[in-house]
């Protein structure tokens, strides 16, 4: 004999899983009531980032010089080794084409230009920066690129040396090719020698006649050509007693 129910006659129902919701046009409702409400206070994604360009400064730009100026003075002073850099030394560089700017929703985020010395025997790259908030992001490696480019471009028998105190820097330019050199490899162009004037270490350069400082020095070298000329020189890279 089964048992009775506890409640007033009759068995116990056994409970069924409760059918989904039947809308009136014949769909069926099969997320139910509890799920939309919580699908409905979740937060909507956030909007997507705009687009970040990395390209060849135009004349347009000459509007950013300001912010480009601002930007310099804001990592310089904040401890990076940048040189500063006056508004016609920008102006000159965006009207000659030899600058690559990083433009965010029609905002300047970055900024680098290329330099010739030594009519064209040379190219250097310099006053490379990035707005703070989107640094770590590559574009310091996507501006060097564009530089490269451009150098190989307009002056494709030019070595593209650097000459800098930044381990980033460093790294960044060895990833890309360039060949650690000594000091007499670089340019003796005195125009360029007149950018380390306001180094703490310029005093170390002019003692040893520009053969030898702080800085990593390297060279980007054409596609297909070799330091043709080895010098033998000492552990400091200075040239060894009695070379002719």
Same mark, same amino acid.
């Given at each position: 004999?089964?048992k ?14 409760r ?8 769909s069926?409702d ?7 409400? /919580?699908?409905?206070?979740r ?13 060849l400064?135009k004349?347009? &730009? *000459?509007?950013?010089? !300001?912010?480009? !100026? ?8 904040? !401890? ?5 850099? %006056? ?10 084409? /030899? ?8 905002? @300047? ?5 290329a330099?010739?010395? &030594?009519?064209?025997? +040379? ?5 490379m920066?990035?707005a =703070?908030?989107l640094r !770590? ?10 530089l490269?480019?451009l $150098? ?6 030019a070595?593209?040396?650097s000459?800098?105190l $930044? ?13 650690a050199v000594? +000091?007499? &490899?670089?340019?003796? &162009? ?11 270490? +310029?005093?170390? @350069?002019k ?7 702080h800085?990593?020095?390297? *060279?980007?070298?054409p =596609?297909?050509?070799?330091r043709?000329?080895?010098?033998p ?6 040239? %060894?007693?009695?070379h002719g």
């Amino acid at each position: 004999m089964s048992k009775a129910s506890s409640g007033r006659g009759g068995r116990r129902a056994t409970a069924s899983p409760r059918a989904p919701s039947v809308h009136r046009n014949g769909s069926i409702d099969a997320i139910g009531p509890l799920r939309r409400r /919580r699908a409905a206070k979740r937060p909507a994604p956030p909007p997507p980032e705009p687009p970040i360009e990395v390209r060849l400064a135009k004349h347009g &730009d *000459l509007a950013h010089v !300001g912010r480009i !100026g601002g930007l310099i003075r804001e990592a310089h002073e904040a !401890g990076a080794t940048i040189a500063v850099r %006056s508004d016609r030394y920008l102006v000159d560089a965006i009207r000659d084409r /030899r600058a690559v700017v990083v433009v965010r929703a029609g905002a @300047l985020v970055g900024f680098a230009t290329a330099h010739p010395w &030594d009519s064209g025997k +040379y190219v250097s790259h310099s006053a490379m920066v990035i707005a =703070p908030e989107l640094r !770590g992001r590559g574009l310091s490696r996507l501006m060097k690129q564009e530089l490269i480019a451009l $150098s190989r471009q307009r002056w494709p028998d030019a070595a593209i040396l650097s000459l800098t105190l $930044s381990s980033q820097v460093e790294q960044l330019n060895k990833s890309v090719g360039f060949e650690a050199v000594p +000091y007499c &490899d670089l340019t003796k &162009d005195p125009e360029f020698w007149k950018g380390c004037e306001g180094c703490i270490h +310029y005093p170390h @350069l002019k003692r040893n006649q520009q053969q030898d400082c702080h800085c990593w020095a390297g *060279l980007l070298l054409p =596609p297909g050509s070799k330091r043709d000329r080895v010098v033998p020189r000492d552990a400091f890279g200075h040239p %060894s007693a009695g070379h002719g």
